[in-house]
């Protein structure tokens, strides 16, 4: 099965505040889901957007995906899913990637990849939610829209 993924680009509008954070242009890449394997860590996040017909509503999931190296970050994966009656027929829809990497060149400081947990804490909203990279606590929301916020602090 192949899906699409948006991968978090790093088209800022403006630079990073003082506070480590940035908005994030989402744009499209098509690659292939990770093998389960690589997988390091996996929630679901509320549902939203119920409707009557064969789709019954859609949530998010993130997954944590280890890239190989020791030192280096996992990627967050961030899923988009839909669902019909009583759960049945779940099918994705569209997946991010965010490369923890990345944002470090905008601005956001993040500690060694090498020393560092990376850990889930908990969903804000259907739209957001937070995790904890060594010392500091970020937030990812606006999920499936556009633009999305990336905010990190102690």
């Known amino acids: 099965m192949r899906a699409t993924y948006l991968l978090f680009m790093l088209a800022v509008s403006g630079a990073a505040n003082a506070q480590g954070s940035a908005d994030v242009t989402l744009k499209t890449s098509k690659t292939a889901a990770p093998p389960h394997s690589a997988i390091a860590y996996l929630t679901e996040g509320p549902a939203f957007g119920h409707t009557d017909g064969a789709v019954r509503g859609r949530f998010?999931?993130?997954?944590?995906?280890?890239?190989?190296?020791?030192?280096?970050?996992?990627?967050?994966?961030?899923?988009?899913?839909?669902?019909?009656?009583?759960?049945?027929?779940?099918r994705l829809r569209t997946a991010w990637e965010l490369n923890l990497?990345?944002?470090?060149?905008?601005?956001?400081?993040l500690p060694n990849a090498a020393t560092s947990e990376l850990r889930f804490v908990d969903w804000t909203s259907p739209h957001s939610f937070n995790f904890k990279v060594g010392n500091l606590t970020c937030s990812?929301?606006?999920l499936g829209k556009t633009k999305?916020?990336?905010?990190?602090?102690?």
């Not at 997954?63 to 759960?87: N, Q």
């Not at 990497?101 to 400081?109: D, M, S």
């Open 60 to 90: 998010y999931r993130v997954l944590f995906v280890r890239v190989g190296l020791a030192y280096d970050f996992p990627l967050i994966r961030i899923e988009s899913l839909t669902y019909g009656d009583e759960g049945c027929c779940m």
């Open 101 to 109: 990497e990345e944002p470090q060149a905008i601005g956001v400081t």
């Open 148 to 154: 999305a916020k990336l905010a990190c602090a102690q």
């Open 140 to 142: 990812i929301s606006g």
